[in-house]
């Protein structure tokens, strides 16, 4: 195990220490919406408020016989701009107040947050292109 990875152990277990009201997993569950929908939120206004980044949608197209590496080429992110130092910030601390309750929902599951990243990772890396999400 690298330091990297011990540390996901570190995060689950401070999260199991720490949480001390909402242990429910009812309470989890819906704690672990809300801070999803923030995370949502803390991005839509960094592009509505703030304005650092802009959302210029379209419907897209990929080659059905191309590349991993062309369809990555053709598919757009729809992202215009760069985060700017308060936005990151605001972001980074929804997404952790969101990993925060996925931890503790794996706490209450019996689940391990490190394994599932691992399990995960090698699904992705085995599907590859067939693995489009
Ligand atoms: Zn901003």
Redesign the pocket.
């Known amino acids: 195990m690298l330091l990297k990875d011990i540390m996901v152990d570190d995060f689950q277990y401070t999260a199991h220490e720490l949480l001390l009201r909402n242990r429910s997993i009812v309470d989890l569950i819906t704690k672990y919406q809300d801070s999803n929908a923030r995370v949502n939120r803390s991005i839509i206004k960094?592009v509505t408020q703030?304005?650092?980044?802009k959302i210029d949608a379209k419907k897209q197209s990929f080659p059905e016989d191309g590349s991993l590496e062309e369809i990555r080429n053709v598919m757009a992110t729809h992202l215009y701009g760069k985060?700017?130092d308060?936005?990151r910030d605001i972001i980074e601390r929804e997404m952790g107040r969101n990993l925060f309750y996925l931890a503790s929902i794996c706490n209450t599951l019996d689940l391990n947050l490190y394994d599932i990243i691992i399990k995960e990772n090698d699904r992705i890396k085995l599907l590859g292109k067939y693995n489009l999400r």
């Open positions: 960094a703030c304005g650092c980044i985060l700017c308060n936005c």
